[in-house]
């Protein structure tokens, strides 16, 4: 029999629906809630042929953290089809834009740092094998549906990885401190940006394997950012000056 992982919550529930609906397998839901939410997510359920299961809260508060599932909790197939780096830059639409997180073990970084991914157009969000969280219930939680649209590619040495994606053409950008100023650096061809933890960073080898290093800028007290936020800044940034490149724009 194949495993099954919990996911709950509307947004990671609906995500996993219009994405793979062959995979989910139960949908429990608050027997005591009928509102325009529920019954549409019912009928999404319906429609993928997905059996859906009415019980009392207390069952689904032992099946995910209590307060945090939304009265709707999903049993699904925990393997996706797998995706290998060249899968991903292979079917790249434009230019390659890929995440490389390097440390982050806060679930809800993690789950952050996918929806920042999805907003901005990443194809693949890379972590280690080690040293790392994976895509859990929570982090499909905070990524609000990103968890089932980005690909999650992890692999057993980020080193030679970053390797593999600079012979394929990818530039790879470290963002920490001491390195360029991010609104100065050119960022408008195939880039992969790597991250570290708040506060640990990146790790030294990680680093120099990467092309060339950015800062952004800081202009309060705080020293650090956190890795989503800095992930969001750094995204927007390269899909600005993209926008600007395509558009002739200086």
Known sequence: ??????????????????????????????????????????????????????????????????????????????????????DVLDGAAGLPLLMVLDGVTDPHNLGACLRSADAFGVQALILPKDRSVSVNATVAKVACGAADTVPVVTV?????????????????????SGGENLYDADLSGALAWVLGAEGSGLRRLTRERCDRVVSIPMQGMVESLNVSVAAGICLAATQAQRHRVSCGKK
């Open 156 to 176: 057993t040495n980020l080193s030679r990885t970053l390797e593999e994606l600079k012979a394929r053409g990818v530039w790879c950008v470290a963002a920490d």
């Open 1 to 86: 029999m194949s495993a099954s992982k919990i996911l709950f919550g509307f947004h990671a529930v609906i995500a996993r629906l219009r994405q793979h609906p062959d995979s989910m397998e139960t949908l429990f839901y608050d027997a005591n809630r009928q509102d325009p939410r529920l019954r549409d997510l019912l009928e999404r359920a319906a429609l993928a042929g997905c059996a859906v299961q009415p019980v009392e809260p207390a069952r689904l508060d032992g099946l995910a953290p209590v307060g945090r599932h939304q009265g709707v909790v999903a049993r699904v197939a925990a393997a996706l089809p797998h995706l290998t780096l060249d």
